[in-house]
């Protein structure tokens, strides 16, 4: 079946299967993808005591992974590559090993080569952790078919 066949939804899960695939980071970091949409990616990780920062929570580089990982699911969706270009993070509260974290990332605005995509970290009670926001830009090459030209 060609790209063109495929629906938005089977196009999104194939794209993500396809990054899955070579995500060595995302994947060492215990990350599981629990959702995939067009412009939308939910991911979870459980922190571990190896995440744990000096005042015993965990570290916000492994929060702010993982939610760089939901924005690079979001935004990778439609079958054309796109790489960060600007992130910010807000921590909101503290999370601790055993904590499992879901970011749901979603589509703000797509237009041309640009994308905002907010991404919000919760813990499994459902409070919020932290708030990112990606900027991304498309690049050359698709994810599938002939023109996977790589960066």
Not at 95 to 111: N, P, T
Request: hydrophobic share 40%; net charge negative; charged share 20%.
């Amino acid at each position: 079946m060609s790209t063109e066949e495929l629906d938005a939804q089977a196009l999104a899960e194939a794209c993500a299967e396809m990054l899955w695939r070579d995500d060595m980071a995302t994947k060492k970091l215990g990350m599981k993808i629990e959702k995939i949409a067009p412009g939308q990616a939910n991911l979870s990780m459980t922190v571990t005591s190896d995440m744990a920062n000096g005042h015993g929570s965990c570290h916000g580089g492994f929060m702010f992974a993982l939610a760089d990982s939901a924005f690079a699911f979001s935004c990778n969706t439609y079958n054309q590559r796109a790489v960060a270009q600007h992130c910010t993070i807000s921590y909101l509260a503290p999370a601790f090993a055993g904590d499992k974290l879901l970011a749901c990332g979603k589509e703000v605005s797509r237009s041309g080569r640009n994308g905002i995509y907010d991404i919000r970290i919760s813990n499994e009670k459902g409070d919020a952790i932290a708030e990112f926001r990606g900027y991304s830009r498309t690049v050359s090459g698709t994810l599938l078919g002939e023109n996977n030209d790589s960066q």
